[in-house]
């Protein structure tokens, strides 16, 4: 059974910068797709980026586009969220979550897809 755990959220200044880590356990990554989703308070959660098995596609949601890059290490089997210029609306908890896509390594999931989750790490943005 895949097991995600989440890191590196905290408390940054706005206009600073943050990497979460998504550490992956139970099974190897090649063939998952991954993704970053957040939820800030009172807000549903929601996919912010998205990452092929490939590592050939990426999708970034508008709001995040520019500021946030996902790497993935599979050695590692570790998914990375780098995030810059962070601002109050950046504030939220974030999840990583992945979907086994077999031999579609090229398929971004849609959010409802994705059936294995981290517990969250919790990034704040003071303004």
């Known amino acids: 059974q895949l097991q995600l755990v989440e890191s590196g959220g905290d408390l940054v200044q706005a206009g600073g910068s943050l990497r979460l880590s998504c550490v992956v356990s139970g099974d190897t990554l090649d063939y998952y797709s991954v993704a970053w989703f957040r939820q800030a308070p009172g807000k549903e959660r929601g996919g912010i980026v998205w990452l092929s098995a490939s590592g050939q596609y990426t999708h970034y949601r508008e709001s995040v586009k520019g500021r946030f890059t996902v790497v993935r290490d599979n050695a590692k089997r570790t998914v990375y969220l780098h995030m810059d210029r962070l601002n109050s609306g950046d504030t939220a908890m974030y999840y990583c979550?992945?979907?086994?896509?077999?031999?579609?390594?090229?398929?971004?999931?849609?959010?409802?897809?994705?059936?294995?989750w981290g517990q969250g790490t919790r990034v704040t943005v003071s303004s």
């Open positions: 979550a992945a979907l086994n896509v077999g031999y579609l390594s090229d398929y971004l999931p849609r959010e409802d897809e994705f059936d294995h």
